[in-house]
């Protein structure tokens, strides 16, 4: 094969990992009538608007029942006397979150304090899926797919983070935006929604003029109602999918050096690489630092070893990825930490509108 047409087939395989790994595991009709899985990105797109992403519901739904649990379980075995770490961690969650609906919500509500709190921690648990190392459960899927079903592990496809998922964070804007019109109209009603709609930004005293900006003003509005899930939906699912994206990125770049090194070896040992040449190699690690921590082996000569042994491992390339991964893990928490304190404070912002006389 020449040097283009390796390049290639290199370039193809990175692009089929990179898709696979952002393709939702899609459950709906084919073409041809029958209902099943999809079997690649273009039999999902097929399916059409019904279709429904099978991973993204269970890890939504798994996340959100573990949150009603460790929270339930923290109410029943409160203890004001002694309470436990745990019990102080969910208490400050509680008392961030009650303080944040305080400080941006003027009305008396019974409902928002808690959506406000059940948006933060469920958004942060589906965010936090985002730490997962990208092959395992993925790779986990594909295994039980083929050996349990006989399923091609090509054709199995399964995404942890739900918010990577522009049909979930959609879904949670657009139920926050059916509360802002259901708040809108219950507060002001509907004659004074639609004022709320047609007086502003431009108002004037003449009757005329009035009735000229009514258009003017109801398209302004209108836009700007409709911004709110947009601006809440895709905020979060471009946030954490570009996250996700770089973790793929990551783990791209560690398997091609890990990959090449294979190859080598392969064409050593005759096209399969012996069980005992990872023993072997591990044992002298272990044994070169055994021996400088005894005082045989000087600092400078157990560096210079270890990178060799390593080397041959090929777990220069396994580290270099672990440091990639661990710092942009780092990063990272900040960023599904931040856009789940964002989604939560935008709902309350946009409520406490809605609650509001302008």
Excluded at 181 to 195: P, R
Excluded at 202 to 208: M, Q, S, V
Aim: hydrophobic share 55%; glycine share 8%.
């Amino acid at each position: 094969m020449s040097e283009k047409a390796h390049a290639v087939e290199q370039a193809t395989t990175s692009g089929d990992y990179i898709k696979h790994h952002l393709q939702n595991m899609t459950y709906g009709k084919h073409p041809d009538g029958t209902w099943g899985l999809a079997h690649s990105p273009q039999e999902a797109a097929d399916m059409g608007f019904w279709a429904i992403n099978l991973d993204t519901m269970f890890w939504s739904f798994l996340l959100g029942f573990v949150f009603i649990a460790l929270f339930r379980n923290v109410a029943k075995k409160a203890n004001s006397d002694v309470p436990s770490r745990f019990q102080n961690i969910i208490e400050m969650i509680v008392e961030f979150v009650d303080n944040s609906v305080k400080e941006s919500f003027n009305a008396k509500s019974k409902v928002i304090a808690p959506l406000a709190l059940t948006l933060f921690v469920w958004i942060f648990f589906m965010n936090l899926m985002d730490l997962v190392p990208v092959d395992w459960i993925p790779g986990a899927t594909a295994w039980i797919g083929e050996h349990a079903f006989g399923a091609d592990p090509h054709h199995v496809y399964q995404k942890v983070v739900p918010t990577t998922d522009v049909n979930a964070t959609m879904g949670m804007a657009l139920a926050v935006f059916v509360l802002i019109i259901f708040y809108s109209i219950k507060i002001k009603g509907v004659g004074g929604f639609l004022h709320e709609l047609t007086s502003q930004p431009f108002n004037a005293p003449n009757p005329i003029a009035k009735i000229i900006f009514i258009p003017i003003n109801l398209a302004l509005e209108l836009v700007a109602l409709f911004a709110k899930p947009v601006s809440l939906g895709l905020r979060l699912f471009g946030n954490l999918y570009a996250g996700e994206l770089i973790f793929i990125l990551i783990a791209l770049i560690f398997s091609a050096g890990s990959g090449l090194l294979g190859s080598g070896l392969q064409s050593l040992f005759g096209g399969h690489v012996p069980p005992v040449y990872w023993v072997v190699a591990a044992g002298a690690v272990v044994l070169t630092l055994w021996l400088n921590v005894k005082g045989n082996l000087s600092d400078k000569r157990a560096i210079w070893l270890v990178l060799a042994e390593v080397l041959l491992m090929g777990g220069l390339a396994y580290a270099g990825g672990l440091m990639l991964h661990f710092g942009w893990a780092v990063f990272h928490i900040l960023v599904i930490t931040l856009q789940a304190f964002i989604f939560m404070m935008l709902t309350i912002v946009y409520l406490a509108m809605a609650h509001e006389h302008h």
